[in-house]
């Protein structure tokens, strides 16, 4: 199983999880134009696909929902609380059969991958990560948060590959141009992550097993690529856990 990031960042996201047998989508904020493009580069179909997982009803992760979901006959799976969120932005009609529904953190099956959502903090009506298994691996996206919790690392914890965000840098959030309201909100705990908070959550899951974590979600105005990577890499280094020989870093955009 490989998860592979089609588009991160504050205007757009979208990921993909796949086996030999099943693609499942994980969000999918930008159109189906740019999902086609980036899958073909990896040599995928979006005819190939699956299944859209949700884990919440911000724009950024689900503009491009309706239209993949009537262009390509695509099911799309959100709890009920989502969905009811989902359902107050206009997506275009969208076909009854194609929406899958599950309760809270249900857990539920797409092909050969078993997926398990979790909790995560944020400021959305019922926001879930995503953690998913095919019997020989596990991985997941956990993006999206305000605060690094012990229910998020007791779900995935384990993993082997790992979205996480990396959102903002916290003193380029400071003296940048982003209204007060909106920086408390950004940094509260139901906002994003900082590069310190990365950081942090890396360790951890570098110490429960991960060897492989994409940085993503970067703020285009508060953070930028190399200082994400580095932030992290030397706080992993402070830490005794040396990049390219605990694990394999990478940014996401």
Sequence with gaps: MKLKSLKSGSKGNASLVYTNNTKILVDCGISGK???EAMEQIGISPEDIDGIVVT????????????MMRRYDIPVYANS?????????????LNDKNIKIFEGTEPFVIGDININPFKIPHDAAFPVGYT??????????????????EEVF??????????VEANHDI???????YPYP?????????GHLSNDDAAKATELLVRMGAENIMLGHLSEENNYPDLAYETVKTGLSQSGIEVNRDLVLSVVV
């Design 182 to 190: 909106l920086k408390q909100r950004i940094r509260g705990s139901y």
């Design 81 to 93: 609380i989502t969905w009811a969120a989902i359902m107050q932005n206009d997506l275009g009609k």
């Design 132 to 149: 998913f298994d095919d019997g020989k691996s596990r991985a997941a996206v956990a993006t999206d948060m305000g605060m690094l919790t």
């Design 171 to 177: 003193n380029l959030l400071e003296m940048g141009s």
């Design 56 to 67: 919440h009803e911000h724009n950024d992760h689900i503009r491009g929902i309706g239209v």
């Design 34 to 36: 740019a999902v086609r």
């Design 154 to 163: 007791r779900a995935i914890g384990g993993c082997r590959d790992v979205l």
